[in-house]
Every structure is written in C-alpha cells, then in structure tokens.
C-alpha cells in the first residue's frame, strides 16, 4: 500500500530562516511519482513539484529546493530565505503506477507558518 | 487560463438531506478526480474518471455517495441521506491525460457542513 509521512505537524520560522519539510513516503511499485502541494489559507492546492522514482537528481526553483533520495525513502522540501508569504500546509503525495496509479496519496501536512 | 472551478464554494445542509457538487475542469482535461479532505487531514481519494467512464471509484465511503461525467467535462458529486460526518472539503482536480503519475490541478474546493 502507498503511505506518505510528514512527520513534522507544525513549523514555525523567523522570517528570512530557512526552513525543511520532511516526507517520508512507503510503496511498493517500481516507478511512483511524488509531489508537493502548497495549501495557503484560502484553501486552493497549487501544484509545485512532480518528481519521477527515476529521476533522483535534485532541483532548484528560485528559493525552493528538493531532496530526493531513495536509499531513505524521502523527498524532503527546502525553502530558503523563508517569507511571509511562505505560510501555508504543505503536503507530500505519492502516485504510483500499479497500486491506485492514477491516485494520489497524501501526507497529513505540515503547518508552516512564518512570523515577520 | 480558466483552472478548475467548483460550484457551490460552501453547502449547508440539515442531516437526510441530497446534496450536489459541481465541478469544471480544466478546459481539454481528460482526467477528473474528487478527493475529501477533513480538518487537519490531507486530500483522501474518492473517484477518478476518464473521459465520460469511472475509472476507479475505490475511495467512495459507500452507497451514498456517486459522482457522474456524463459528457465528459462537468462531473457532480451526489450524495444521498447526507450524515453529519459527511463534513468536509471536497475537492476536484482534474490532469491532462490519464497516464500514472500526471499532475492534476485543483480546484478550490466546496465546503459542506451537514447539520
């Protein structure tokens, strides 16, 4: 079965700390998909990234920054220079190809919240 | 563009009572999905069409609830003799194509209260 732990409920930062979210995600299918999803207080889940079990290579988008490795089973969320702007629940989700592959499955969040 | 759109943004209802949900995807969007989500928790998967047919309606709690797509864009989540517990957010996404592992986009959700 898919499972996705965000371990971490709630965060909080000084504004301009930087700050990482952790996902730890259990699947049994050879290819699976990841994602984070950003849930700011007006309710909308905005799509930020999709990584593919293939490609472990990390990324940079501005200040946000992702670490995929699959010798932990994890997809770790990095902002840097964190912002006002930045609070929100963030989720981790899981897709894979067999198990429910059209699915996502989610973590339950963690709370960032940024303080000014 | 046009996201996703979901109407009504929030649903009163009394407990027994039949309620609809409406949901526009993304226009051209193949795939359609509805999720709950209840405080504190994250999205859990209800049902995923493809095109006009139900893919996988897995994640529906029972009988109660059903969704259809019948022209393949607008799909309603019905649900029938609403229970208190029925409370949540749902949400509707939809994703271009309906290979594993497409990112699906969401909408803003419609907040039910069952009294």
């Known amino acids: 079965a898919q499972k996705v732990t965000q371990a971490q409920t709630e965060i909080s930062v000084v504004e301009k700390e930087d700050v990482t979210l952790d996902c730890v995600y259990e699947t049994r299918d050879t290819t699976y998909y990841l994602f984070w999803y950003k849930q700011p207080p007006s309710g909308e889940l905005v799509f930020l990234i999709r990584r593919n079990s293939f490609d472990e290579q990390n990324e940079i988008s501005g200040r946000y920054s992702w670490n995929f490795q699959k010798s932990t089973s994890s997809f770790n969320f990095t902002i840097t220079a964190s912002q006002v702007v930045d609070s929100a629940v963030y989720f981790c989700a899981l897709s894979g190809d067999q198990t429910g592959a059209n699915n996502l499955f989610f973590g339950t969040g963690t709370r960032l919240t940024v303080i000014p | 563009g046009a996201g996703v759109s979901q109407t009504p943004s929030n649903k009163v209802t009394e407990k027994g009572k039949y309620v609809e949900l409406r949901c526009d995807p993304i226009s051209g969007h193949t795939a359609l999905y509805w999720y709950r989500q209840s405080l504190g928790q994250g999205p859990e998967f209800l049902i995923y069409?493809?095109?006009?047919?139900?893919?996988?309606d897995s994640g529906l709690p029972n009988d109660r609830f059903f969704a259809v797509r019948p022209e393949g864009s607008v799909s309603t989540l019905k649900i029938q003799r609403t229970e208190r517990g029925d409370s949540a957010v749902y949400l509707c996404?939809?994703?271009?194509?309906?290979?594993?592992?497409?990112?699906?986009?969401f909408g803003p959700g419609t907040r039910l209260l069952v009294l």
């Open positions: 996404a939809s994703s271009p194509g309906t290979a594993p592992g497409e990112t699906q986009y």
């Open positions: 069409f493809q095109g006009t047919g139900a893919a996988d």
